[in-house]
């Protein structure tokens, strides 16, 4: 299981690659979207998320998958970013490659695609609680970044 420390990396690094033009507007939340998994793994993600320091606004998490996502999911993250005054978010997929499928489903979450991807039609873990109308832009996954590399060499 990657360390806390992977994890600051990674969402650090998503951040450096985040065009400023994403980040401009005055109370703009920050998602961080992680597939999820265990209870433990999951608190990773929450620890790494307490750490950053996201200064246009609120800092929130969801989950895709797994047990949490059902409460922690999608349309709770964004409930989380609007009570803390976002009218906007910029969505970071804590991912490694942006071309998988739950990449995808994020973006169709986002509103960026017409359908979700068939691979994932029997899991739409959004919740059927009101959703905030917030302008929402998704960051890339880390793909080829070279501090990836060093991450999973670190960690192997």
């Known amino acids: 299981m990657p360390s806390s420390k992977h994890f600051r990396a990674f969402v650090a690094l998503a951040l450096a690659i985040l065009p400023a033009s994403l980040a401009t507007a005055q109370q703009t939340g920050l998602l961080l979207v992680a597939h999820g998994a265990t209870p433990a793994w999951n608190d990773r993600v929450r620890a790494v998320a307490r750490e950053v320091r996201w200064p246009d606004g609120p800092v929130a998490v969801a989950f895709l998958m797994g047990s949490e996502a059902a409460h922690e999911g999608w349309s709770a993250g964004l409930r989380t970013l609007a009570a803390g005054g976002a009218s906007g978010a910029v969505v970071v997929p804590v991912m490694v490659n942006s071309n998988g ?20 039609a029997q899991h739409d873990h959004r919740d059927d609680g009101p959703v905030p109308a917030l302008r929402l832009r998704v960051t890339p996954a880390l793909d080829a970044a070279p501090e990836l590399g060093a991450i999973l060499l670190d960690g192997w």
Do not use: D, M, N, W
């Open 101 to 120: 499928a739950h990449v995808r489903q994020i973006e169709f979450y986002a509103g960026l695609r017409a359908e979700l991807p068939p691979s994932l």
